[in-house]
Nanobody, 116 residues
Framework: QVQLVESGGGLVQAGGSLRLSCAAS????????MGWYRQAPGKQRDLVAR???????VYADFVKGRFTISRDNAKNTVYLQMNSLKPEDTAVYYC??????????WGQGTQVTVSS
């Protein structure tokens, strides 16, 4: 059974940094484009960044220049380095495959809270 486990969230002041990790069991991620998504209360889940199996990255405009997605295929893990955090970055962050047609069951996510 495929399982995604996100970790690394927490409470941080505006301007601070966090590094999120996404580990997978039961499935090898290296062949897939992986994405980090986020969902704030009352809002839809949005794609934040994605990375191909070869390491090509694409970012949403609202995080461009502040967040960096990376992957370690040997560890079956995807990361999201978040710098210069803003209160509007507050959300539950999830990882999953991209695009939507290849989505697998969502993990529990990791809460990121940025205080002003």
């Amino acid at each position: 059974q495929v399982q995604l486990v996100e970790s690394g969230g927490g409470l941080v002041q505006a301007g601070g940094s966090l590094r999120l990790s996404c580990a997978a069991s039961g499935s090898v991620l290296s062949s897939y484009t992986m994405g980090w998504y986020r969902q704030a209360p009352g809002k839809q889940r949005d794609l934040v960044a994605r990375i191909t199996s070869g390491g090509i990255t694409v970012y949403a405009d609202f995080v461009k220049g502040r967040f960096t997605i990376s992957r370690d295929n040997a560890k079956n893990t995807v990361y999201l380095q978040m710098n210069s955090l803003k209160p509007e970055d507050t959300a539950v962050y999830y990882c999953n495959r991209w695009p939507s047609t290849s989505i697998i069951p969502w993990g529990q996510g990791t809460q990121v809270t940025v205080s002003s």
